[in-house]
């Protein structure tokens, strides 16, 4: 295991896997360090629109297409509570470098909606999984590198994990996030228990209520938590918080970590699904991981799950105040793990 430097990002690479540096690498490197010392928002001021929508699977989903149409493709993952949003800097990034650059708004989210009333407002982790694998079906495309954070990072790993042919390589920020009830329901030391206080509230009809009334209030709340170096202002929070005006949107978040906890049941279709999960699967294709050092929210260790990369893998700890919302706060350094590890396939 050795350690590469460009700029205040640090880079290992495992298994004496050698990392060749490039003038792309070291000029992103560059331009991230400049805008992590300002440690102030990166932005472009520009809007990511979802401006066009296709029916995929349980939805009409509603996502953003950059780049040439026949570029190697990235689907870029956002979490809770974000939005594409959090890909504004990084999309262009990546469409400017030839890639076609797919983000969507999750189930629950801006513009996606379910096809059907009867269809379960389920916000567990398979079904997110196969919302993306749909996605990719629906839009023709066979293979990806797929990358996102926080529930993005997720679905991107389970993806990765049981469709690896669907996928060409994995940018997962806080590395392996695939979870099981059985250890969901194990209690956790006090200090770790402490920090999943939203997970706990959800799990009550007032905390459902609550955050269904102060939507925007939680929302800030966590992004200043999980953030807590990064000043955004609130025009580009108010950009992301539209998306949370969807009809399913409190449904899918309260739903999701209930199931977490095993509060809540999930649907049947999805058992075979996590049966797999829930043996903590190796994931096989070429992968960076990522974190950020100043990240307030809950995240493992990397060297907890070094070992579940099997192929090429590297992972990366971006500094200078960088938190949850990497792709945002350091979209240059996000944009080159994903240029680097689609060149690795």
């Known amino acids: 295991m050795s350690d590469h430097k460009i700029g205040n990002l640090t880079r290992r690479s495992f298994g004496g896997v050698a990392i060749g540096l490039t003038a792309a690498g ?57 939005d594409i949003n959090a890909f504004v800097d990084v999309a262009p990034l990546l469409a400017d470098q030839g890639h076609r650059v797919i983000v969507p708004h999750l189930r629950g989210y801006g513009s996606t909606k379910f096809l059907s009333n009867d269809t379960m407002r389920n916000g567990q982790q398979s079904a997110l999984a196969v919302d993306a694998v749909k996605l990719m079906d629906a839009l023709k495309i066979d293979k990806a590198t797929v990358a996102g954070f926080d529930w993005g990072a997720r679905t991107a790993d389970i993806v990765a994990a ?21 250890a969901g329901k194990a209690p956790l030391p006090p200090s770790a228990e402490l920090q999943w206080w939203y997970q706990f509230y959800f799990a009550t009809d007032r905390g459902r209520e609550g955050y269904e009334k102060y939507t925007d209030d939680f929302a800030k709340l966590i992004w200043q938590l999980a953030s807590p170096k990064w000043k955004f202002d609130d025009a580009t929070f108010s950009r ?28 049947r279709r999805f058992d075979e699904f996590e049966a797999k999960l829930s043996a903590g699967p190796q994931i096989d294709i070429p992968a960076i991981t990522m974190e950020g050092d100043a990240n307030g929210a809950p995240h493992p260790d990397p060297k907890a799950y070094a070992g579940k990369f099997k192929a090429k893998y590297e992972h990366r700890l971006v500094s200078g105040g960088i938190g949850h919302n990497l792709p945002q706060e350091a979209p240059e350094a996000f944009a080159q793990a994903v240029i680097d590890v689609d060149k690795w396939a």
């Not at 809007?47 to 349980?58: C, H, R, S, T, V």
């Not at 005006?245 to 999930?266: E, K, Q, S």
């Open 162 to 182: 049981l469709w690896p042919e669907r996928c060409k390589g994995l940018v997962s920020v806080s590395g392996y996030l695939i979870g099981n009830q059985m």
């Open 240 to 267: 992301s918080a539209k998306a949370f005006v969807n009809p399913d949107h409190v449904a899918i978040v309260v739903h999701n970590y209930r199931w977490r906890l095993g509060l809540t049941d999930g649907e």
């Open 26 to 82: 070291i000029l992103a490197g560059r331009a991230a360090e400049a805008a992590q010392k300002k440690n102030t928002v990166r932005s472009s001021g520009q809007e990511l629109l979802a401006d066009k929508q296709i029916d995929a699977g349980d939805l009409s989903i509603g996502y953003a297409d950059l780049g040439p149409a026949d570029g190697s493709p990235v689907v870029l993952f956002h979490g809770w509570p974000y």
